[in-house]
């Protein structure tokens, strides 16, 4: 019997072409999970047409206070996020420190791939646009 190893793969969210081809550049494995995760975490609710349940109250929160509750409340946000809609990851941890000098807030999401051994850790920094 063949293990069967499941390639994800999808467009990179920069829409860049092949030099050669002229076609969308995609990303595969790993590179597209992660990709995935982090466009789920800045998703509001009704942004998905003909899915309004899919998305989450991180960018609401981003206009609170840069403090330790706010924090808190990110971080069980994006927790819910991922757990719900990312069938693909195993969630570790999520970690939100307030940055009130950038008035912002650091993430970092650690979990693993759905048949992959290997731990993966997105850091990144929200703030708010103006």
Same mark, same amino acid.
């Given at each position: 019997m063949k293990?069967?190893?499941?390639?994800?793969?999808?467009?990179?969210?920069? /829409?860049?072409?092949?030099?050669v081809t002229g076609d969308l550049l995609k990303v595969t494995g790993t590179n597209?999970?992660?990709?995935?995760?982090?466009n789920l975490i800045q998703l509001n609710h009704y942004e998905v047409p003909f899915h309004p349940e899919i998305g989450g109250?991180?960018?609401k929160l981003l206009f609170e206070l840069a403090d330790p509750v706010t924090a808190g409340l990110l971080a069980d946000e994006i927790r819910?996020?991922?757990t719900n809609f990312e069938q693909r990851v195993k969630?570790?941890?999520v970690l939100?420190?307030?940055d009130v000098?950038?008035?912002?807030?650091?993430?970092?999401?650690? /979990? /693993?791939?759905?048949?992959n051994t290997q731990p993966i850790t997105?850091?990144?920094?929200l703030e708010r646009l103006r």
């Open positions: 293990s069967q190893v499941q390639r994800y793969s999808d467009f990179d969210v920069r /829409f860049l072409s092949h030099p597209a999970v992660v990709q995935s995760v982090i109250n991180v960018r819910n996020l991922v969630l570790i941890d939100v420190e307030s000098d950038n008035n912002g807030f650091n993430v970092t999401i650690s /979990f /693993f791939v759905v048949n997105i850091s990144t920094f």
